[in-house]
């Protein structure tokens, strides 16, 4: 079964306004990160949360991660047309040094 | 550029064809992997190489055969390859065997099997 669920599968927004991606997870893991594919492209490393953290912000993104819930969230603010790509998350198992990748978010912004 | 540099960007090759796909990264990274991203379905992680060394085949068919040279370089051998093959296969890399760091990805290989 898959380790990591985002939710939703795709979102649509006009740009300016908030995008918020979940991702839900099944183990234990040591961190998840958030990475962004363009459409044909390489996946892009955008963030990595530690287990021990439980926000973290980069520019324009905040990530938040509730290990007793196993989720974590991505939140985009003042989005931009050039921000519509898919979105996956990853988690690194305690177990183990594999990195799984969900299935991803499609998020359009619409200028 | 990322970093990680996958050649070629676009292939098609017929079923009883060989070809390589060619992986190079200059990031001083440790740990390089092979994953399948077909339509509609998660990443799927094909083989791992920690210091040269095969640590993890994720039961892939023999008709694909990866080579590690060198920390710097991964190749991916394809022989008889199915349809369903098709997809866009990435390369990325990591530090310290990817223990809690970001893989680095290239851009990767659009593979059409006809």
């Known amino acids: 079964s898959q380790q990591g669920e985002e939710d939703p599968q795709a979102l649509s927004i006009q740009e300016g306004e908030n995008a918020t991606m979940n991702c839900s997870y099944k183990t234990s893991i040591n961190n998840l990160q958030w990475y962004r594919q363009n459409s044909g492209r390489g996946l892009v490393h955008l963030i990595l949360?530690?287990?021990?953290?439980r926000e973290k912000h980069s520019g324009r993104l905040r990530v938040t991660l509730d290990t007793s819930k196993k989720s974590s969230s991505l939140l985009i603010t003042a989005s931009r047309a050039a921000d519509t790509a898919s979105y996956f998350c990853?988690?690194?198992?305690?177990?183990?040094?594999?990195?799984?990748f969900g299935e991803g978010t499609q998020l359009t912004v619409n200028p | 550029e990322t970093g990680v540099t996958q050649t070629p960007r676009h292939l098609v090759m017929g079923m009883t064809n060989k070809k390589s796909l060619k992986c190079e990264q200059h990031l001083g990274h440790n740990a390089m992997y092979w994953y399948k991203q077909s339509a509609k379905k998660p990443l799927e992680l094909m083989f791992v190489y920690n210091f040269k060394e095969q640590t993890e085949n994720n039961s892939v068919p023999s008709r694909f055969s990866p080579e590690c040279p060198n920390s710097s370089h991964l190749f991916l051998h394809l022989h008889t390859l199915q349809p369903e093959d098709s997809a866009l296969y990435l390369c990325a890399s990591s530090a310290q065997g990817g223990q809690g760091d970001g893989y680095t990805f290239g851009s990767g290989t659009r593979l059409t099997v006809v």
């Open positions: 949360i530690r287990s021990n953290e």
């Open positions: 990853a988690t690194r198992e305690t177990s183990g040094s594999r990195l799984t």
